[in-house]
């Protein structure tokens, strides 16, 4: 079983030296993951364990320990390898809708031109050769999006203002860019486990409702019943005050394997609003106008292909045009009908977000504007603040060496330690 990527990258950000409080502080994860997944990862990847004198213990990684991993594990190279391709995939499927737009049109626009020609080449057949080509210019720019120099003109562009291109543009105009809230389950528990951190392992419950969503009512709400996901998730105790309020501290995020900045804190955990889009308005209408000429055209073209007759004398591109037809008139409809259902659908989700933020939002000037009695019991959960960081002082055993060698050279550290108290005894 390949290690947690959450894991191997906490443990790089934390500088390879960590213990199971500063993983779970800097992933989120509840500790029993972050204990055994260290455990997995210091196990496939050559890391050692220094024990300090109180028990506490603290994993060593070499720096090089995704190398080792990757030549250990196919899973590891095969996903790197996938990742790649499908960036490369997924950028295909983006353009692709734009693409097909484009031929759409170009289809249909030509489709109808060759029909009405020939319908008149009669009157005037000479006539036919010069409406043909006007059908050309229908998009004078398709062959700048597709010149070999677009993605240079692009990159200098995107150094002033990261824009879309057209393709990317229509895309992003269907279906949108994705949920920005993607990470909101790890954003919550990790910012969450900062609070407790920050707070040195000791916190009273209105501080971390500003992080969470629903606390309950009424006596769900009094007795903290929202309280018992974040306990289990860091393997918090609950202690009782002398006036009857219930404090949290949690003993593993109150051992750190070094001294550790202290990351800027939000005072609540807020939601992103959905976006329509990431094109710009021009780019917008523009989609939107070549999706209502493409649906208008494929109506024109399906009043025109009743005669069949006319269409079988062309034949060529237009009989391909009719044999296709109502996969035209469905891409049509679908272009303008789906941006039109997302619009209604992101409206309502974000009155949802807005109401959630201000929940949250509203729990933080709470805790911001705390009364005494939030004061006292704030002030009581101190008691129970710890910050314990070891040092290479405290360690008393680790497997980066052999025993034998860490008994001799703690017993070298004693006697020279004897050694000092003599001299100075003997000095007075």
């Given at each position: 079983?390949?290690?947690?990527?959450?894991?191997?990258?906490?443990?790089?950000?934390?500088?390879?030296?960590?213990?199971?409080?500063?993983?779970?502080?800097?992933?989120?994860?509840?500790?029993?993951?972050?204990?055994?997944?260290?455990?997995?990862?210091?196990?496939?990847?050559?890391?050692?364990?220094?024990?300090?004198?109180?028990?506490?213990?603290?994993?060593?990684?070499?720096?090089?320990?995704?190398?080792?991993?990757?030549?250990?594990?196919?899973?590891?190279?095969?996903?790197?390898?996938?990742?790649?391709?499908?960036?490369?995939?997924?950028?295909?499927?983006?353009?692709?809708?734009?693409?097909?737009?484009?031929?759409?049109?170009?289809?249909?626009?030509?489709?109808?031109?060759?029909?009405?020609?020939?319908?008149?080449?009669?009157?005037?057949?000479?006539?036919?050769?010069?409406?043909?080509?006007?059908?050309?210019?229908?998009?004078?720019?398709?062959?700048?999006?597709?010149?070999?120099?677009?993605?240079?003109?692009?990159?200098?562009?995107?150094?002033?203002?990261?824009?879309?291109?057209?393709?990317?543009?229509?895309?992003?105009?269907?279906?949108?860019?994705?949920?920005?809230?993607?990470?909101?389950?790890?954003?919550?528990?990790?910012?969450?486990?900062?609070?407790?951190?920050?707070?040195?392992?000791?916190?009273?419950?209105?501080?971390?409702?500003?992080?969470?969503?629903?606390?309950?009512?009424?006596?769900?709400?009094?007795?903290?019943?929202?309280?018992?996901?974040?306990?289990?998730?860091?393997?918090?105790?609950?202690?009782?005050?002398?006036?009857?309020?219930?404090?949290?501290y949690f003993p593993e995020l109150q051992v750190s394997a070094g001294k550790k900045y202290h990351q800027p804190l939000s005072a609540y955990l807020e939601e992103f609003p959905w976006r329509f889009s990431a094109a710009s308005s021009g780019q917008i209408m523009l989609s939107a106008g070549l999706g209502v000429a493409n649906f208008v055209g494929a109506l024109v073209l399906g009043s025109l292909l009743r005669d069949g007759t006319v269409a079988a004398q062309i034949g060529g591109l237009v009989a391909f045009a009719h044999g296709i037809y109502w996969v035209l008139l469905a891409y049509g409809t679908g272009f303008l009908v789906v941006p039109l259902i997302r619009y209604f659908w992101i409206g309502w989700r974000n009155r949802k977000i807005v109401q959630r933020n201000g929940d949250r939002l509203s729990r933080a000037r709470q805790l911001a504007s705390a009364d005494s009695g939030l004061q006292q019991k704030i002030a009581y959960a101190q008691q129970f603040a710890a910050e314990k960081v070891l040092s290479d002082e405290d360690l008393v055993y680790s497997t980066e060496t052999d025993l034998l060698e860490q008994e001799v050279e703690r017993s070298q550290q004693i006697d020279a330690e004897w050694q000092k108290r003599l001299q100075r005894g003997s000095g007075e």
């Open positions: 079983m390949a290690p947690n990527p959450t894991i191997m990258q906490a443990v790089e950000q934390l500088g390879y030296r960590v213990t199971v409080g500063d993983v779970a502080t800097q992933s989120g994860l509840n500790v029993a993951q972050a204990n055994q997944g260290l455990l997995a990862l210091a196990s496939d990847a050559g890391g050692h364990l220094q024990v300090s004198d109180t028990g506490d213990i603290v994993y060593l990684f070499p720096k090089n320990f995704r190398s080792i991993l990757r030549n250990k594990y196919l899973q590891l190279r095969l996903q790197e390898w996938w990742k790649k391709v499908w960036g490369i995939l997924f950028y295909l499927i983006r353009i692709s809708f734009g693409i097909f737009l484009i031929a759409s049109i170009a289809l249909i626009s030509i489709s109808i031109i060759l029909m009405i020609s020939a319908a008149n080449s009669d009157r005037d057949s000479g006539n036919r050769g010069g409406n043909f080509s006007g059908g050309f210019f229908f998009f004078p720019d398709l062959f700048w999006y597709l010149s070999p120099d677009y993605d240079t003109r692009q990159r200098e562009r995107r150094r002033e203002k990261r824009d879309l291109n057209f393709f990317e543009a229509v895309f992003s105009f269907l279906f949108g860019d994705g949920n920005p809230n993607t990470k909101l389950e790890e954003r919550r528990w990790q910012e969450i486990a900062m609070v407790i951190h920050h707070n040195q392992g000791a916190v009273v419950a209105e501080q971390i409702a500003p992080y969470l969503d629903d606390i309950g009512e009424g006596s769900a709400k009094e007795y903290e019943d929202y309280m018992l996901p974040v306990l289990t998730r860091f393997n918090g105790q609950p202690k009782v005050s002398p006036e009857g309020e219930i404090v949290y």
